[in-house]
């Protein structure tokens, strides 16, 4: 699928260096439950980013999946800078390179899943800690969004500088090599 208008943003970015955007922050999440189930993925999220994981706590009890309020069920971790870009095209050749427009939201910032944590290129099968998948939510800002999270003197970010997913569309196509479309592609299977 081609975004209408594409050479428009490219030449917006050149014109104006500001306005051009840039992949915040990566979040790589598993939920399992809890369990023995959570220290494998801890393990896995470790061994694929390099970085030490964090737990999320349930904020309510659940009797029908028997978790009860704040009882670690998921592991997450976040990349930034090279890390995130580094871990982003990996988990995009798992995806093999196609995303769909449902992915990205009102923001800009778009989310997709692996099923099987072994789909990532050099990443072998360990019996020991079985197959995971996760879920990967992309964070996509222009510089100057500091002013919305900053402690002093918060402020909005005016609407003219506010990133539409179109134009995040066309930085991630641009940046990563990827296809976005419509709906996806029906598989043919041969026997």
């Avoid at 470790?46 to 009860?68: H, K, N, V, Y």
């Amino acid at each position: 699928m081609s975004i209408e208008n594409e050479h428009v943003y490219t030449d917006d970015w050149k014109a104006f260096p500001m306005r051009e955007p840039f992949i915040s922050k990566v979040v790589v999440d598993i939920c399992t439950g809890g369990g023995e189930e959570l220290n494998k993925a801890s393990t896995i999220l470790e061994m694929l980013t390099g970085q030490t994981p964090i737990q999320s706590r349930a904020r309510q009890t659940i009797r029908d999946f028997g978790i009860r309020k704040r009882e670690p069920i998921a592991v997450r971790v976040t990349l930034r800078n090279e890390r995130a870009e580094e871990f982003l095209r990996k988990a995009m050749k798992a995806k093999d390179d196609v995303l769909l427009l449902k992915n990205w939201d009102d923001d800009g910032n778009f989310a997709f899943g692996i099923s099987e944590h072994i789909d990532l290129p050099n990443v072998k099968y360990d019996p020991q800690l079985g197959v995971q998948g996760m879920n990967i939510t992309v964070c996509v800002e222009r510089p100057g969004y500091r002013v919305k999270r900053r402690r002093r003197r918060k402020a909005k970010v005016p609407y003219k500088h506010r990133l539409t997913p179109e134009e995040s569309m066309v930085f991630v196509k641009n940046k990563f090599g990827i296809e976005i479309l419509e709906k996806e592609r029906e598989r043919t299977y041969l026997f």
